[in-house]
């Protein structure tokens, strides 16, 4: 549970979000005016029939021998400035366009109290996804819920008095945007228009009804309940946008939101039954109890503002929420039927967010499904799939135009457009890499689930021809023969080199996995032999510098005191698997983790939390968390670059999970990096790779209990202190539960 004990003032950094994937709100939890900003999210601008134009980030002519020519300098030269590769290779971007915010409900409250009551408590509930408002004025006790709603695809809100009659306001609409037309009638507000940029159609309707009293719709667009016991409303939002190449453009969205409406019927009860029921479905297979103890009368900021360093029970209880939140976000803006969740999740404010609130491939959309397949939340991967999917058309043209080779690709950022080309910002423009990267999620999801179906329609197809392009477009390095990425860029630091670590590193994690499927399902040995083939002439990535650093670029450029954010070449530890503990590579990697510091943005710290957990150092990931909380997380919760960007929140509960529970070389590792400030504790839920779900209890920082499901028959080995060897493999047998615990 979230909570306060005064409205939301500022929609950043204290309203509460709730959000079903495709829709999702703010709530204020204000006294003489409740807001609720929402958003549906596939509103965009640009794309085709923006005004500015539109070419996918494509050159608009062609540029014979541009890439080669920047190669065949790097050769020479071995760096060059990104300036001047940007001037070279990128274009100003056209028609990118950027998440818009739908408008805000509004519902006036006629006598409303001016200052928060004593008993004002405005609160989030993770369990049962509800955000709420109770408070009690003039002798009475005023409540109100929200929540958004994935099997019935609407938002919900509902207030009531424990006095009959005690319900009056005005439900009104607002927008930022000049573009629309708000209508009421029978009880139902239609907002309705096309974005001026691009034309894109949208349309909203709100429908109200109540318990005794009256409703009344007026010509102004509003909506007025008086005197009633109770009353609630459903929200349901479109636009004609669909995720098809080159259009994006489907059916006009009236049709889908009156289904919407009507579908979701009279009865409040029954839309909330159905809620609870669905979200509860997902987010209860977890549990975690760290020794957590929460104060009764601490609220959420405040219990924020005091934590320390996480070793009193309080600190642990903001640690535990903040995992589940993580969780909580993740299923609230990223639901089968959406776009996955960009880098504000689903929620938005602005016509102008930070950075478009787009999907950046050098990480960010990476790291937001980090945490969903140990999380026990494979579901919420279904938007990614789809995502990805439907970038591989326009990416092959801009693999082909851009450079003359087979395959896909996509470059730093992408829109719901596919936006697969480059733009000319000169330190986050040349990414080529990211749709290599952007297929790992794929293949992990294999890798937990097991299901070979999901492996050969959805996965490999686009695992292959993300192969095919590097295929195609890696280059023979003159110092040492081997293959490398060229140009290359280390995201978003230094110049341009040849073969730049992490660069390698994806390749070289693409080329492996691609490998492994290859073999699984019997794909022809000659594509699988030309894979293995380069793999095994391709640079890995993995350099030990002069000062015993794991190094950034081939050449040994890394200076001991940069503090950058970004520690990318740290790749092979995280999320890749190159990196085994123990080895020189990890001994290396930790020299450059600990020159870079602690600090960072909010992403950065998470990021770190996962690598220090990598390297079986608990404590030190601890202190990672220490530092999100402390310097990088928001009133509400949110993670903060800043300003806001959910990444954060999902690196960190990946962090966690890493801490607890690793798989990622085919063994389940339990409790690999417990920190001591956790001594005692249990989690339930966590699902590991080889298709196991694991339940562990620990007790003076070792395993006391561990619990395993299996959900496929084969072959398991798990590593823990419990078993007298260090490590027990045995025949798992699906649909079996399997017990160990010290007394035998």
């Known amino acids: 549970m979230l909570w306060y004990v005064t409205p939301a003032a500022d929609w950043e950094r204290e309203a509460l979000p709730i959000g079903n994937g495709a829709l999702g709100a703010m709530v204020f939890g204000t006294l003489a005016s409740e807001q609720l900003q929402f958003n549906e999210k596939t509103l965009w601008t640009g794309g ?33 400035a990104p300036e001047s590769v940007a001037a070279r290779l990128g274009q100003p971007r056209m028609g990118y ?50 929540f958004a709603s994935h099997p019935d695809g609407v938002i919900v809100g509902r207030l009531g008095a424990d006095r009959p ?9 607002t927008s930022p945007r000049a573009d629309f037309t708000a209508t009421a009638n029978d009880a139902t507000l239609t907002v309705r228009g096309a974005l001026a940029d691009n034309g894109l159609r949208f349309e909203a309707q709100v429908r109200v009804r109540a318990r005794g009293g009256t409703v009344t719709s007026h010509t102004d667009g509003t909506i007025t309940v008086t005197g009633a016991d109770s009353a609630w409303f459903v929200l349901a939002a479109g636009t004609d946008y669909a995720d098809t190449y080159p259009d994006y453009r489907g059916p006009d969205p009236h049709a889908a939101v009156s289904r919407a409406v009507e579908r979701a019927g009279d009865r409040y009860e029954a839309l909330s039954a159905r809620h609870v029921r669905d979200h509860r479905a997902l987010f209860g297979r977890v549990g975690l109890d760290i020794g957590q103890s929460l104060p009764a009368d601490v609220p959420t900021d405040r219990l924020l503002a005091a934590y320390t360093d996480g070793t009193s029970a309080a600190d642990r209880a903001l640690e535990a929420l903040y995992f589940q939140y993580g969780r909580y976000l993740l299923i609230a803006s990223s639901r089968p039927g959406s776009l996955p969740a960009n880098l504000q999740g689903v929620w ?9 609130a787009d999907y950046h491939t050098n990480i960010n959309i990476q790291m937001n499904y980090w945490p969903a397949e140990a999380a026990n939340l494979a579901e919420t991967t279904a938007p990614y799939d789809r995502f990805v999917e439907a970038l591989r058309e326009p990416g092959r043209r801009t693999a082909k135009e851009m450079f003359g080779s087979r395959g896909w690709v996509v470059h730093n950022e992408t829109n719901p457009y596919g936006f697969t080309g480059v733009h000319n910002w000169a330190t986050s423009f040349w990414f080529p890499e990211a749709a290599a990267w952007l297929t790992q999620q794929m293949y992990e999801h294999y890798r937990f689930g097991g299901s070979t179906d999901y492996l050969r329609t959805t996965a490999y197809p686009v695992m292959k021809e993300a192969a095919e392009f590097w295929l195609d477009n890696l280059r023979t390095d003159p110092r040492d023969g081997t293959l490398v990425v060229t140009p290359s ?44 083939e380069a793999l095994n002439r391709l640079d890995p990535g993995l350099h030990i510098g002069s000062w015993s650093q794991l190094q950034e670029w081939k050449e040994d450029l890394d200076d001991p005191t940069d503090t950058h954010r970004h520690v990318s070449h740290l790749f092979a530890l995280h999320p890749g698997r190159q990196i085994e503990p123990g080895s020189k590579w990890a001994d290396a990697a930790k020299v450059s983790l600990t020159a870079r510091g602690d600090g960072g943005t909010g992403w950065s710290k998470a990021w770190k939390i996962n690598f220090w957990a990598r390297l079986r150092d608990g404590d030190h990931a601890h202190k990672m968390l220490g530092e999100q909380l ?12 800043p300003p806001f960007q959910i990444d954060g929140n999902f690196g960190a509960t990946s962090g966690i999970l890493e801490m607890l529970l690793q798989s990622q070389y085919d063994v389940v590792e339990v409790l690999p990096a417990l920190p001591a400030a956790w001594p005692t504790g249990s989690v339930r839920g966590l699902r590991a790779r080889g298709g196991a779900t694991v339940d562990i209890a ?9 619990a395993l499901k299996a959900a496929r028959t084969r072959e398991l080995t798990l590593r823990s202190d419990l078993f007298a060897d260090g490590q027990l493999t045995f025949r798992a047998v699906a649909g079996r539960r399997y017990t160990w615990d010290r007394q035998g």
């Open 48 to 80: 085709p029939g923006s005004r500015q134009g539109y070419n996918h980030g494509n050159w608009p002519a062609p540029r014979p021998d541009a890439i080669t020519a920047v190669q065949d300098d790097l050769d020479a030269r071995v760096t060059l």
């Open 97 to 146: 366009g950027a998440y818009q915010t739908f408008g805000d409900l509004h519902l006036d409250l006629p006598g409303a109290p001016t200052t928060p009551p004593a008993d004002y408590r405005r609160e989030l509930d993770l369990d049962n996804a509800v955000a709420s408002v109770a408070y009690t004025h003039q002798g009475v006790r005023h409540q109100r819920e929200f």
């Open 165 to 173: 009659g005690g319900v009056t306001f005005t439900l009104r609409y």
């Open 348 to 356: 938005n404010h602005s016509t102008t967010p930070p950075w478009a």
């Open 489 to 532: 860029y280390s995201p978003e630091h230094g110049d341009f080199t040849a073969g730049a670590a992490m660069s390698q590193q994806i390749v070289h994690d693409l080329f492996t996995n691609t490998l492994e499927a290859a073999r699984i399902l019997g794909d022809t040995p000659g594509f699988r032999r030309r894979v293995e």
């Open 630 to 641: 402390k310097s990088s997380t928001l009133p509400n919760l949110w993670d903060t670059h």
């Open 698 to 706: 620990w007790a003076q920082g070792r395993a006391t209990r561990i």
